[in-house]
């Protein structure tokens, strides 16, 4: 489904205040690539030039308010704690329209996005994030019987 293709990154927050916005998205973009998972993918912040149906997204949110969850992130809702607690605490959320396919949260003491630690973070977050295994479905269940 994304092989071969761009695969929109959605970046909220900087967790390095010493470095501006743009210094740490043009530092952390290549960080992600390297990390990305198996399929042919590349990461770009840019949005798609036509909203595709479905939506595929992968959403990061650093120092993320605690009262957010995965689905209203989806749908558009972001918000950050009035102050930075964690040098790299992050809220990561794989998005299929308004839908949280799969979410999690990791921080590390990395001291800027070349750090190699962020590159272990990343990497070990997208396993979670895109999982190889198809998710488990179970079939119709036995009829209940009493004895």
């Known amino acids: 489904m994304t092989d071969g293709r761009n695969f929109q990154v959605?970046?909220?927050?900087?967790?390095?205040?010493?470095l501006?916005?743009?210094?740490?998205?043009?530092?952390?973009?290549?960080?992600l690539q390297a990390a990305k998972p198996r399929p042919n993918l590349t990461f770009t912040y840019a949005p798609p030039p036509e909203l595709p149906h479905p939506n595929?997204?992968?959403?990061?949110?650093?120092n993320a308010a605690?009262?957010?969850?995965?689905?209203?992130?989806?749908?558009?809702?972001?918000r950050h704690k009035p102050e930075q607690t964690r040098p790299f605490d992050l809220y990561a959320i794989y998005c299929r329209d308004d839908l949280a396919l799969s979410y999690t949260t990791a921080t590390t003491v990395a001291t800027g996005p070349?750090?190699?630690?962020?590159?272990?973070l990343m990497a070990q977050l997208f396993l979670v994030l895109f999982p190889d295994?198809?998710?488990?479905?179970?079939?119709?269940?036995?009829p209940f019987r009493r004895w």
């Open 133 to 142: 295994q198809p998710l488990f479905r179970r079939g119709p269940l036995p």
């Open 20 to 31: 501006s916005e743009a210094e740490f998205k043009r530092r952390f973009l290549p960080v």
């Open 114 to 120: 070349d750090d190699p630690r962020v590159y272990q």
């Open 56 to 62: 595929y997204r992968v959403v990061l949110i650093f």
């Open 10 to 18: 959605v970046v909220s927050g900087n967790p390095f205040p010493q």
């Open 66 to 78: 605690n009262d957010l969850n995965a689905n209203t992130v989806c749908a558009g809702q972001i």
